[in-house]
């Protein structure tokens, strides 16, 4: 008489239901008609084998931390020598912010958006104003012809997440917290609501901008781009 066969997923569930619903070796044994010794040798290789899957994912995650450390030092490396280049970055930039600055005065239809707090200013992007939202879309489209990359900053067909209005987790008080904080907080106001209309005078002021972006790379040549360009659309745009 051959002995019986038994097929991996069978011998896994025996012994798993010892091991994790609590069921007795007897009674296990008992149920689906196995052999004690059978069934103990079944329980040292499932239990060799988690051991096994255990140390090997325990070996895994002792490789993926020192690989992360290695990752933050080498950020951290480069952080620091960047930080070294800081201000030599900003001189170029303010610079080439100046020179975009002197070549746009008295350009009528767009100006430039105020800055208050000039010595503070990272010249990393020139910032024009247009007297409508529309005429500023048109502008940007203008100068993106004509080779400037451009954006109106605000446009209601692109959410800008620097901006409120599209904070859809403010406008509709949504949480990812169980208890729905921090709007069910007590410290919070909960007759309060947000609407993206809710302050429309820093929209209009968004939505009549237009973005330049100004980069460390840019030399006198892009300042004389950039002026020509803008000086160009706000003729034809006149």
């Not at 790379?217 to 000086?231: G, L, N, P, S």
Request: with cysteine; proline share 4%; aromatic share 6%.
């Amino acid at each position: 008489m051959s002995k019986p066969s038994y097929s991996p997923e069978f011998k896994r569930k025996v012994v798993e239901e010892h091991l994790k619903d609590g069921k007795s070796v007897a009674a296990v044994c008992r149920e689906y008609h196995v052999g004690e010794v059978a069934f103990r040798r079944w329980r040292r290789e499932y239990q060799a084998a988690e051991n096994a899957s255990t140390q090997g994912q325990a070996e895994l995650a002792r490789e993926l931390a020192a690989a992360q450390k290695r990752i933050d030092e080498l950020e951290g490396a480069l952080g620091c020598v960047q930080f070294d280049r800081l201000e030599s970055i900003l001189a170029r930039t303010r610079k080439v912010k100046r020179g975009i600055v002197d070549g746009l005065q008295g350009v009528d239809g767009v100006r430039l958006a105020p800055v208050n707090c000039p010595d503070g200013d990272l010249g990393i992007a020139a910032i024009l104003l247009c007297e409508t939202g529309e005429r500023a879309k048109r502008f940007a489209a203008a100068l993106n012809a004509e080779g400037i990359p451009a954006s109106s900053i605000y446009d209601k067909t692109v959410p800008d997440r620097h901006i409120y209005c599209h904070w859809e987790y403010v406008m509709e008080m949504t949480s990812s917290d169980a208890h729905g904080r921090p709007w069910t907080s007590p410290l919070h106001d909960q007759n309060r609501r947000y609407s993206p209309d809710m302050c429309p005078q820093t929209l209009d002021v968004l939505g009549r901008s237009i973005h330049i972006d100004i980069t460390q790379r840019y030399e006198q040549k892009h300042v004389d781009w950039i002026v020509q360009a803008v000086r160009k659309v706000a003729a034809a745009l006149a």
